[in-house]
């Protein structure tokens, strides 16, 4: 809202977003305060009702960067608890059959050896408790709604979203303005498809020497199971079936504590077919004897949705500019390769961290672009393995799987990495549809309710809530579009990209109507990347709205 007083607090240093990588950063930059001897006062946002709410991953994670962060993370008592014993991969060759690939053809970039089965939202929880033991200031249920910018267009700091605003945009009885939070630098950490990254990018033009960034929709459950099926440790990767006519991805299954697993589909969103639904896709995969082996009998607790960035080294941006840094999946630090993104997130956010405390110790006032980012990130190990899996996704998308497999084996264990070419795949998602006349409607089974559930069960297990006297968080830059282009030439694919039921088009005839359910949303991004018209800008509700995953 314009004109609206606001108070103002100052920091050193600003952190978007309380994900492995701007944990990292806060904790690192305590971290070198203390050794130092130094004062120094950082900041921590959080959307998310609490650290962890909006957190979804597998997620089975290596512990590299935790290992450098705290090297004594198991005496303080982290949540990596389940070490990976036994590793899987299986290709589905329809509903009813699969081959499991031996394990001296898997791709070494696969192997899970000395990783461990976690929950990152408990992972994150128990790194903000090492944060505020630090000294950090986390304040969880806060938008960073806009950015905050110096008269020569340098980042300042953010502006906290503005609570008690009704859906006409006028203020409530309960209205609360947001407030300025002022930075000598600001850590950007909002994770994949940020809502002031995307402007970021656009403002300091950081993907202007870049490859397109991909995408895909990754969707969870989390599952307790009859304890005779339960193989604590186990760890099944999987691709194939149900995905087909040129649409890719992979499926997850991992057997974590407590008689409980994880499952999971990872969509590409460089899908072309615009009657694809991720989220039925997920439901049928559950009905393959692979996954209904352990899933048969048991309970859904919880779900969720959460797009990732997969572009990898060559979709890498600039990730420094005047008065700010960016960091792990706001910048596309995710190895694809691997299917983690937790190690690399979390150094990342380590080396900005080293990056402006070196500047602060050093007398800095704020501000400047601090191009020593980009080489303390090019003479890191994570710099060398993003590099070493830069053909990996590239290849599946110009390969397809047997070739893109065969390639990327080639690539990762015989050659670790070091072929002298680099595959390139400049398009992007979003263009990749194709009109709706070029395929035919895909008729999804019905949910039985007992391996596979409709959408709106589904959300109500993500628990997710908005205030619903609130302007719609999901923007339209042209209404007309949706019945117009989308109607006519895609048959409206948001209808069925959307995990969470968010869009519908209602009524028949000269009848209908695009409505949108904002209160449904989970967060996913989904939207704001697959709309073929890029029509869709998510931006943040009220804080603390959206969904709140338990041990996801």
């Not at 004109?3 to 103002?8: F, G, I, K, T």
């Not at 960091?327 to 190690?343: D, P």
């Not at 006349?437 to 019905?446: N, Q």
Request: hydrophobic share 40%; glycine share 12%; charged share 20%.
């Amino acid at each position: 809202m314009e004109n609206v007083e606001r108070d103002a607090m100052e920091f050193d240093v600003v952190i978007v977003g309380a994900g492995p990588a701007g944990l990292a950063a806060a904790c690192r930059l305590m971290q070198q305060a203390q050794e130092a001897g130094q004062a120094l006062s950082v900041c921590l946002v959080e959307k998310g009702s609490e650290v962890g709410a909006h957190i979804l991953s597998g997620a089975v994670i290596e512990s590299r960067a935790l290992d450098e962060l705290f090297p004594d993370w198991q005496t303080l008592g982290a949540p990596l608890t389940v070490s990976v014993v036994n590793d899987e991969l299986h290709l589905l060759r329809d509903g009813q059959r699969s081959v499991q690939i031996p394990h001296a053809l898997i791709p070494a970039t696969m192997h899970n050896d000395g990783n461990y089965i976690v929950s990152l939202g408990n992972v994150c929880r128990w790194l903000a408790e090492q944060a505020e033991g630090l000294g950090v200031e986390v304040f969880p249920g806060f938008t960073a709604h806009e950015l905050l910018l110096n008269e020569d267009g340098s980042v300042a700091g953010i502006i906290t979203g503005d609570m008690g605003v009704g859906a006409d945009g006028e203020p409530k009885d309960s209205f609360t303005p947001g407030m300025e939070l002022r930075a000598k630098y600001t850590i950007f950490a909002e994770g994949c498809r940020g809502h002031l990254g995307k402007q970021l990018y656009s403002q300091f033009k950081l993907d202007a020497e870049s490859d397109a960034q991909h995408y895909g929709i990754g969707l969870k459950e989390l599952w307790d199971i009859d304890p005779a099926k339960h193989q604590q440790g186990l760890v099944v990767h999987g691709s194939g079936w149900p995905l087909e006519g040129g649409t890719s991805g992979g499926f997850f299954l991992y057997h974590t504590e407590g008689n409980q697993v994880v499952v999971g589909l990872i969509v590409d969103l460089n899908y072309s077919n615009p009657y694809v639904s991720p989220y039925d896709e997920f439901q049928r995969l559950k009905h393959h004897p692979l996954l209904a082996q352990y899933l048969a009998g048991g309970k859904r607790v919880a779900y969720g949705a959460r797009a990732i960035a997969k572009g990898g080294f060559n979709a890498l941006p600039k990730m420094h500019f005047p008065g700010g840094l960016l960091v792990g999946c706001e910048a596309g630090t995710l190895n694809f390769a691997k299917i983690k993104g937790t190690h690399t997130a979390m150094k990342s956010g380590m080396l900005a961290a080293e990056e402006v405390f070196a500047a602060l110790a050093a007398g800095d006032s704020g501000a400047k672009d601090l191009q020593g980012y980009a080489q303390r990130f090019q003479d890191s190990w994570l710099y060398e393995e993003l590099h070493s899996s830069r053909n990996f996704g590239p290849a599946l998308h110009k390969f397809g799987a047997y070739l893109g497999g065969a390639f990327n084996f080639l690539d990762q264990n015989i050659f670790k990495g070091k072929l002298p070419l680099t595959l390139r795949d400049n398009h992007h998602d979003y263009a990749q549809l194709r009109p709706a006349s070029e395929f035919t409607p895909i008729v999804y089974p019905k949910p039985d309710g007992k391996l596979s559930f409709d959408k709106l069960t589904s959300v109500f297990l993500s628990n997710t809530n908005h205030e619903e006297d609130q302007p719609c968080h999901l923007r339209l830059k042209d209404p007309a579009i949706p019945l117009g282009q989308n109607w006519r030439e895609y048959a409206e694919p948001a209808q069925r990209y959307c995990p969470a039921g968010v869009y519908e088009v209602v009524g028949e005839g000269d009848e209908l109507r695009f409505q949108i359910n904002a209160q449904n949303c989970v967060h996913c991004k989904t939207c704001d990347i697959k709309d073929p018209a890029q029509n869709i800008t998510w931006v943040t509700p009220e804080g603390g709205g959206g969904p709140n995953y338990p041990n996801m």
